[in-house]
């Protein structure tokens, strides 16, 4: 009795684990769960165009290369405990680009072809009158799926030989979803494969770790120097494109190294990386600050997992004092920022005539202060960590309220610095 009991306790729980999938409202799986994603080709085989299939933006899209038109595909893995309610496309390019109707001028989809595990589930006209998304009912469980555009509509560009598509998603539902955490890896030409499920090797990750944390130290250091260097030039406040480039191209690499180094520990703190990644830098260099916020928030978790999978409090050590360091550096820009501007607001008030309160001629000398003081503990922090963190922790919150959310990170920060490194 006590093993048919058991047998039955298990299809209960197998019962209600599929029902609560179905009771579920669907959501983008590709959004939710892990998934890999790959394209037939991408225009000049950059990888970065599979990503704009998913990046969230209808006005960056998925172009084919040029060529590859009807028989273009997409193809997705699914987890197998996935049920797939429906397709959904923008069957386009959704943006308008100096006056120019990239919808209209490239080649749209009109019809796809859509396979699972091989399998053909159907052949569905796609509408593409308007650049929204379109949503195709189709049902069946995970595993591979496949699109193939079969129709298209040529654009009035006849010289753009590629085929776009400007957003995909996969609606559906799992047992285990959260919206919104996860992003799928792609490729091109084939599907990636899927993550296994294996031991970390520990004494190679904890080698990874030293030496990855000393490439983002650095490199972040550069990259929030042109940040703040950028921010502070009023005379050009937004870079030009070239500019923007090779600062996207920087940021690119700090965040690919951690997404490789903490993809074996944790693939959602990858995803989160990979999110991040989606937001590029565009308009003025002072808009950049919440991307570089939304980065490091990422690293920051994904450095964490990584450290307590190694499990020992040197690995810890090393991540607090790596994560300080770039906290200390982003207060530090802050700080000389708030009393660049200062500064500046002051002397056009003194050149109209104005003269600074009490208050603010008291505030104009604190923002000095900070800024001095932060600049010289950023540049001592990597010979004497355990001296600047004492003076950290005995020094009141910076003046300017734009640092209050870097400083609180830094702070917390210092304890657990102090704690696994023996301080």
Request: proline fraction near 6%; include cysteine.
């Amino acid at each position: 009795m006590k093993h048919a009991g058991t047998k039955l306790g298990v299809w209960a729980c197998l019962l209600f684990a599929t029902a609560n999938v179905r009771a579920q409202e669907p959501v983008d799986l590709l959004h939710a769960v892990g998934t890999e994603l790959a394209v037939s080709s991408a225009y000049r085989n950059l990888r970065q165009q599979v990503e704009r299939l998913v990046d969230g933006n209808p006005e960056s899209a998925w172009n084919s290369a040029t060529g590859d038109l009807t028989g273009a595909w997409i193809e997705v893995r699914l987890p197998a405990d996935a049920e797939v309610t429906g397709i959904g496309l923008i069957p386009g390019f959704a943006r308008i680009s100096n006056g120019s109707d990239l919808f209209t001028g490239n080649h749209r989809v009109a019809e796809i072809r859509v396979l699972r595990e091989g399998t053909e589930v159907g052949r569905f006209p796609v509408p593409n009158e308007r650049p929204e998304l379109v949503t195709i009912p189709v049902r069946g469980r995970g595993g591979v799926w496949r699109i193939e555009l079969t129709g298209l509509r040529p654009g009035t560009r006849s010289d753009w030989r590629e085929v776009c598509v400007s957003e995909l998603q996969v609606l559906g539902r799992a047992p285990s979803v959260a919206p919104g955490t996860r992003v799928p890896r792609v490729a091109i030409g084939s599907l990636p494969d899927a993550p296994t499920v294996a031991p970390v090797d520990v004494a190679a990750l904890e080698r990874a770790q030293r030496r990855d944390l000393t490439f983002l130290v650095r490199e972040w250091r550069l990259l929030q120097d042109d940040y703040f260097s950028f921010s502070q030039n009023t005379g050009e406040p937004e870079p030009d494109a070239d500019t923007t480039r090779e600062t996207e191209r920087a940021r690119g690499a700090i965040l690919r190294r951690i997404t490789e180094l903490v993809t074996p520990v944790d693939p959602a703190k990858a995803d989160a990386i990979r999110m991040a990644g989606a937001t590029r830098l565009s308009g003025p260099a002072w808009r950049w600050d919440s991307t570089a916020r939304a980065d490091l928030a990422a690293i920051s978790s994904a450095l964490d997992a990584v450290a307590e999978r190694i499990g020992s409090d040197a690995a810890r050590c090393r991540t607090a004092r790596s994560l300080a360091e770039l906290r200390l550096v982003r207060v530090s820009h802050l700080a000389r920022l708030a009393a660049y501007f200062d500064e500046i607001d002051e002397s056009y008030e003194m050149h109209t005539g104005g003269e600074p309160s009490r208050d603010a001629r008291r505030r104009s000398r604190s923002l000095a202060s900070d800024s001095e003081a932060f600049e010289a503990l950023a540049e001592e922090w990597s010979r004497n960590s355990r001296g600047v963190t004492t003076r950290l922790l005995r020094r009141d919150p910076p003046t300017d309220e734009r640092v209050a959310e870097d400083w609180r990170a830094l702070t917390a920060l210092l304890p657990i610095a102090q704690r696994t490194c023996g301080w």
